[in-house]
């Protein structure tokens, strides 16, 4: 057993920094004197959050900065605990559980009274001091004892911008990616990776084409319709050698983006404005998106198959094609118990809205939060965990209505019938800021327990993406080196049930 380690005399200071998107954000400051043995040090750790690139109101709520820095030394600082002792993985976690609980219990709804991004700053950075004080590594803390094998993540590159993205654009999908899925390793997929970027960027070279790139550093360049990006996804594989089987393609539709007006919204119409396709009916949409789906054997992933506030498309889309594809959840479910819950908890497919749940940690508000959000999706989630977290937010009431009509009585059967899925977590960029290299901290957590992981976090350029991926390689290489087995699932990696035609 490792030797224990005593954590004490916490200080926790905000501060503003430069985002990656030519804004401000704040990053959370912790430092704490830790004892081991006969040894004693002080750390300091920070990490920075994302600027709100999704400011709804049904996740986590931002305030100014001055006010979130403030909030963070008069409603935060007095929750810390005097003294935090890890001897074993589980501490950690349980003690960042105590801490986010009494955040969530007095931060408001949504935490917009004191500032989602004063609870998240402060909830990963006390999170993140636990974890380095201890020695204990990310891919250690739910591993089982003398476990052998360990899941790395598919990973989705973002390599073709559209919609918001990109003014001008007839292209009504926001991402297209393309993913390595018969890798050895996890640096076999970023070495993949970049010689797919690079190819790709010598091919708009070729045709004249500009090769600048968007906010996730996937190329911007005029397409010609919804489908230009993923015949040049093909086009690419193919000068590469690779076969449909060594690879897959997805999309980030984003199609909230194409349902704007309140009009819209009560119709039940999408206006694709950016491909001039005019206006589409719910069903005409989840149509289109089967075209997408059905233009390649190895297509494998559709993001938001319609708008946020539209979760009777996405249930369409799962009931149609939810066999053939991972339908992920992201603006409609905004990483939220509350939603994700009766999202999934359905008995039969059409009453699901899907078989993915994007996770982002700057949504949920809280490190602990997100955890749960994604040991409901993956299926090992504690029903009374997630019982005492809804009841601390104010959601019970309202999840055990929305599951009525289901048919699902409690919390715990909902939970239950999750497991049964076999639904996958997708993490994603847009969580952390600055220097920070927290956000694969999150796939890390779960590698050893489950192969249903996924991740994104832009193309294999920009240092603000790197961040995030090169983590991941240095894991590997400490895993391998202690006898660990890492594997990248690839096509194993999709929902119970998905059956993919490029897979006999």
């Known amino acids: 057993m490792a030797q224990e380690t005593v954590l004490s005399k916490f200080k926790l200071t905000g501060r503003e920094i430069l985002s990656s998107y030519a804004a401000y954000t704040i990053e959370g400051v912790m430092s704490a004197r830790v004892q081991r043995g006969k040894d004693s040090w002080t750390i300091e750790e920070r990490n920075g959050i994302a600027k709100g690139t999704s400011d709804g109101e049904n996740e986590a709520i931002y305030i100014p900065n001055d006010k979130a820095i403030r909030s963070i030394e008069r409603n935060i600082v007095p929750l810390l605990p005097k ?12 003690a960042v559980e105590e801490f986010d609980l009494k955040l969530i219990e007095k931060a408001g709804p949504n935490k917009k009274k004191w500032g989602g991004n004063a609870c998240l700053a402060s909830s990963t950075v006390f999170f993140q001091t636990l974890l380095n004080a201890s020695g204990f590594k990310s891919w250690q803390l739910l591993a089982p004892k003398n476990f052998k094998t360990f899941y790395m993540p598919n990973i989705a590159f973002n390599m073709v911008c559209g919609g918001e993205h990109v003014p001008g654009t007839k292209q009504d999908i926001q991402e297209m990616f393309f993913l390595c899925m018969n890798a050895k390793s996890i640096k076999d997929v970023f070495s993949m990776a970049v010689r797919f970027f690079k190819q790709f960027e010598k091919n708009l070279v070729r045709d004249g ?3 600048g790139t968007a906010k996730e550093r996937g190329f911007v360049f005029p397409v010609k319709d919804n489908y230009e990006g993923l015949k040049r996804i093909k086009e690419c594989a193919e000068q590469l050698g690779l076969k449909p089987s060594d690879y897959a393609i997805g999309t980030d539709n984003a199609f909230s983006e194409i349902q704007k007006t309140e009009e819209l919204k009560e119709k039940g119409l999408y206006d694709m404005r950016f491909s001039g396709l005019g206006i589409k009916t719910r069903e005409e949409l989840i149509e289109f998106d089967a075209g997408i789906v059905n233009s390649a054997d190895n297509f494998v992933t559709m993001e938001d198959p319609g708008s946020e506030s539209d979760v009777e498309a996405h249930k369409l889309m799962n009931a149609k094609y939810g066999n053939r594809v991972q339908i992920v959840i992201d603006d409609a479910a905004v990483t ?23 996770i982002k940690l700057n949504q949920a508000g809280t490190f602990t939060e997100t955890c749960l959000a994604t040991e409901i999706v993956l299926g090992i989630a504690d029903s009374k965990r997630v019982e005492r977290f809804l009841a601390a937010r104010g959601d019970t009431k309202k999840v055990l209505t929305d599951l009525k009509p289901l048919g699902v009585k409690s919390i715990a059967e909902a939970v239950n019938n999750i497991k049964a899925l076999g639904s996958t977590a997708f993490f ?32 294999p350029n920009g240092e603000r993406n790197l961040q995030n991926y090169n983590p991941l390689i240095r894991a590997e290489e400490e895993m391998r080196a202690s006898g660990v087995r890492t594997v990248v699932p690839g096509f194993d ?9 490029v897979i006999k």
């Open 83 to 94: 003294k935090v002792v890890i001897r074993k993985p589980s501490d950690i976690l349980q």
């Open 209 to 211: 084409l500009p090769t």
């Open 336 to 358: 939220q118990m509350r939603f994700i819950i009766p999202f999934l908890a359905g008995r039969e497919q059409k009453d699901r809205a899907g078989n993915s749940v994007l």
């Open 428 to 459: 994603s960029h847009r969580s952390t800021e600055g220097s920070s290299e927290f956000l694969p901290i999150m796939p890390m957590i779960y590698g050893s327990v489950s192969n249903k992981l996924w991740f994104k976090a832009g193309a």
């Open 493 to 501: 990696g999709l929902p119970k049930g998905v059956k993919v035609p």
